[in-house]
């Protein structure tokens, strides 16, 4: 056994002096783990200690006791001196150059859409949200859609499965196909004068292209109240589009139909991209369409439980993912939504 204790600390020893030339974290657990816990060199002799004939215990334990101390009184000072020596090495070297932090940007869409309702809230307009998921009442009904109307075709609408409250299915759930479901809930939970803007995330079951997409934002405008005119809706919006496209811009307003509106039209301004001299992105017309808008129906106010005898309003709406486009001269909706850092770093 004394002569094992010799081999041992031989060993012991030979270990100590590498861990003085390379005393890492690594090289002192290693150390650890071989020689100082319970299944080590030292507590295996320990174990072993019971065997030894009973004259020969005292030598036996005093030179084991000695190693132990050895061991571990080393370990502990090289261990110490390994975290003193890592306390007094500086962790910040002053003499590197700065760093460049990347700072994050709102996405172009949020851009635009933070723009817009500046805009209209500077022109006294307030801010109103409704939910996604919408009934077939507040999405269509109420705002004149005929039953026969295409918008209700499974084609342009996506049907959501629902129950009633006796388990009985229901088939007039769906995802909003756009914002005027607000302007219904606005004109039911509060009376005239109302003068607010929608903006919001709306579903269409289309192919997804260059030009279209199944999910995309809006933002529509309703303003009810006595004697409100045609001649204000143009006001409104002419204000708006120099606002948004510039002072200099020429604009138009054309005849078109809307189930909600009568009557209905569409703006049109000078394209802002070649000066209305025509090219691709306006189709070298010389102009570009921005918003549909026109005189609230008087089925509708009547819908959303308003005199329609006493109050008159007008409404309008826009695609966001399109004045997007427009101003910047992406010719492809899809790459707002590629996550493509390339592109989305030109709206920092």
């Known amino acids: 056994m004394l002569q094992e204790l010799a081999e041992l600390r031989s060993v012991i020893e030979k270990d100590l002096a590498a861990l003085q030339q390379d005393a890492s974290a690594d090289a002192l657990e290693a150390f650890r783990l071989r020689h100082l816990v319970r299944k080590g060199t030292l507590a295996a002799l320990t174990e072993r200690l019971r065997d030894v004939p009973k004259k020969d215990k005292p030598a036996v334990g005093k030179e084991l006791n000695a190693l132990k101390v050895l061991a571990e009184s080393a370990f502990k000072r090289l261990t110490e001196e390994r975290a003193a020596h890592a306390e007094s090495v500086p962790t910040l070297d002053l003499t590197l150059p700065g760093r460049t932090f990347r700072h994050g940007a709102k996405h172009p869409i949020r851009q635009t859409l933070d723009e817009i309702i500046a805009i209209f809230s500077s022109m006294g307009f307030a801010v109103s949200e409704g939910p996604d998921i919408e009934d077939d009442f507040h999405n269509f009904e109420a705002l004149n859609?005929?039953?026969?109307?295409?918008?209700?075709?499974?084609?342009?609408?996506?049907?959501?499965?629902?129950?009633?409250?006796?388990?009985?299915?229901?088939?007039?759930?769906?995802?909003?196909?756009?914002?005027?479901?607000?302007?219904?809930?606005?004109?039911l939970n509060q009376k005239p004068p109302i003068r607010s803007i929608m903006p919001g995330r709306v579903y269409r079951n289309e192919a997804i292209s260059a030009r279209s997409l199944a999910e995309f934002h809006q933002v529509e405008g309703l303003y009810v109240d006595n004697g409100v005119s045609l001649a204000e809706l143009k006001g409104t919006l002419v204000a708006f589009a120099k606002q948004f496209y510039g002072s200099d811009i020429r604009y138009r307003f054309r005849p078109s139909f809307?189930?909600?509106?009568?009557?209905?039209?569409?703006?049109?301004?000078?394209?802002?991209?070649?000066?209305?001299?025509?090219?691709?992105?306006?189709?070298?017309?010389?102009?570009?369409?921005?918003?549909?808008?026109?005189?609230?129906?008087?089925?509708?106010?009547?819908?959303?439980?308003?005199?329609?005898?006493?109050?008159?309003?007008?409404?309008?709406?826009?695609?966001?993912?399109?004045?997007?486009?427009?101003?910047?001269?992406?010719?492809?909706?899809?790459?707002?939504?590629?996550?493509?850092?390339?592109?989305?770093?030109?709206?920092?």
């Open 145 to 187: 859609f005929p039953a026969d109307h295409p918008a209700r075709d499974m084609q342009d609408t996506f049907f959501v499965n629902a129950e009633n409250a006796d388990g009985s299915p229901r088939h007039d759930v769906l995802l909003r196909t756009h914002t005027s479901p607000v302007q219904v809930r606005q004109m």
């Open 258 to 348: 809307f189930p909600f509106t009568e009557p209905s039209a569409e703006m049109d301004i000078t394209c802002f991209l070649c000066g209305g001299k025509g090219c691709r992105i306006c189709k070298y017309s010389g102009w570009l369409e921005i918003l549909g808008c026109g005189m609230v129906h008087p089925n509708v106010l009547r819908a959303g439980g308003i005199d329609a005898e006493e109050y008159t309003g007008f409404a309008f709406g826009m695609g966001i993912e399109r004045v997007t486009l427009l101003r910047s001269g992406i010719d492809d909706i899809r790459l707002l939504y590629e996550n493509d850092v390339r592109v989305l770093q030109q709206f920092v």
